[in-house]
């Protein structure tokens, strides 16, 4: 199973990026998607996340800026994420918990650096 990450780079404070995470690999379906971060020094934080169904979860320090959505057919979830403040810059990772047969596992994504400048 692979995750492949896309979208990250530099951001001037208040502009927009959308990341994106497509999924490959021997998978019988996906469950939750989502989006971790980390900043220099603190710990991977949860920022969304999104269940088979639709239903998402976003942080409160992102709510109403950041927008996850997936698209089943692609395999693919997204980060729209608007109004950025330097305080998101991180290296975001994209998550993943698929069934493969009666089992299923947790992948990562290599991660992608936002850095957003005032």
């Known amino acids: 199973v692979q995750l492949m990450e896309s979208g990250g780079g530099p951001v001037q404070a208040g502009g927009s990026l959308r990341l994106s995470c497509a999924v490959s690999?021997?998978?019988?379906?996906?469950?939750?998607m989502g989006w971790y971060r980390q900043a220099p020094g603190a710990q991977r934080e949860l920022v969304a996340t999104i269940s088979s169904g639709g239903n998402t979860n976003t942080i409160d320090s992102v709510k109403g800026r950041f927008i996850i959505s997936r698209d089943n057919t692609e395999n693919t979830a997204y980060l729209q994420m608007n109004t950025l403040k330097p305080e998101d810059t991180a290296v975001y990772y994209c998550?993943?918990?698929?069934?493969?047969?009666?089992?299923?596992?947790?992948?990562w994504g290599q991660g992608t650096q936002v850095t957003v400048s005032s």
């Open positions: 690999g021997s998978i019988s379906s996906i469950n939750t």
């Open positions: 998550y993943v918990n698929v069934n493969i047969g009666i089992f299923h596992y947790d992948y």
